[in-house]
């Protein structure tokens, strides 16, 4: 049995309401902490002037323990990301330059990371894919989706799932992307691939689906159609809508109720109400919006009319190619109205409410001991001082890997 003890937190997050200093607080916040893990969850979390109860609970025994001074720093539950597309191969830094020079954006960039990714072979995807997961965890991310969505072929499409899966538990299949060239004369052909042969291959590896639900990808009848196909199959369901302009994104994932609905850059009042009732995650990626110079969505509203809302970084090729979600945290409360407490909140469990995750995102007793230090008094400091490393250490599981 292994047993570590964090003393001398500064500031602790643990996003346990009425476990910190203000009872009514959701993120829990707790000055002056301490925090122990036995076996890689948490056993016990307090103020550092109480005496920690390390007991070991079976036997009763007080286990040899390592004790980590954190000297003030701020500790907080590790990132859960819950929306990215690592497997890719090839670069559109050409289209980033085009965008900040106005051209504008459109979802037809991805068929040439479907090219690129087409014609890598598996190592090379896999080192791209174990190079980007250590940048995740090197700045706190210790929780991660990873989708398909890349090559839209059946066999390319089960490919990225094997890879993806090498990586994380939280794979998923996103067949329905955008419509290969080779079928854009016969649209309900791809559809009746992805629902078909296409789901069936990537079955063993992933555990979501996602549709592009978009002018330029997929149609509400589509979207509809795949996404049933998908909870037959046994996979969770998740949607990317509303991103590029007022679209039907919304309404589907409120009327279906899938787990969480990814971009909602575009919503109108009634999309907003629909996504409360139906208890929808909205996941916002404001790393689109800087790198597409969309307008960012408005978290306050959302928040107030009692959305759940996650941020995550969408990293990918095309519209957001960043790993950091500390650059999500300092975005979300510059552009989008959130408060520091509801940005961190919403990028630790929030990420895991839109992964149905409860044993991530907080620190809480018994769930996996995934924390990130700061080198920093406060967690304020990931907006207040954006761009800097700050992460000074992670543990995944209780174990230190960064």
Known sequence: ????????????????????????????????????????????????????????????????????????????????????????????????????????????????????????????????????????????????????????????????????????????????????????????????????????????????IDVFCERGAFTAEETRRILRGGAAAGLGTRLHGNQLGHGPGARIAAELGVFSLDHATYLHPDDVARLAEAGVVTTLLPGVEFSTRHPYPDARRLIDAGVTVALASDCNPGTSFTSSMPLMIALAVREMGMTVAEAVWAATAGGARALDRDDVGTLALGTRADLVMLDAPTRTHLAYRPGVPLVRAVYRGGELIV
Request: aromatic share 6%.
């Open 1 to 208: 049995m292994s047993t570590l003890l964090i003393t001398g937190i500064g500031e602790l997050t643990t996003n346990v309401t009425g476990l910190g200093d203000d009872p009514r607080d959701p993120t829990g916040l707790i000055r002056g902490a301490a925090l122990a893990v036995v076996d890689g969850r948490v056993a016990w979390v307090g103020r550092g002037t109480e005496e920690p109860r390390l007991d070991a609970p079976q036997t009763g025994a007080t286990p040899e323990v390592e004790v980590v001074d954190a000297g003030g720093r701020a500790i907080l539950p590790g990132f859960v990301d819950s929306h990215t597309h690592l497997v890719f191969a090839g670069d559109r830094a050409d289209e980033f330059e085009a965008r900040m020079a106005g051209q504008p954006y459109a979802a037809g960039g991805i068929r040439r990371t479907v090219a690129a990714t087409r014609a890598a072979s598996d190592d090379e995807l896999r080192a791209r894919l174990a190079g980007l997961a250590a940048e995740l965890y090197a700045q706190g991310t210790t929780t991660f989706e990873v989708k398909t969505g890349y090559d839209l072929t059946v066999e390319g499409e089960a490919r990225l799932a094997r890879l993806a899966r090498e990586v994380t538990d939280e794979v998923t299949f996103l067949g329905a992307h955008v419509v290969p060239a080779e079928f854009v004369d016969d649209r309900a052909a791809y559809v009746d691939l992805v629902c078909g042969p296409m789901l069936a291959a990537v079955g063993p590896y992933v555990r979501w």
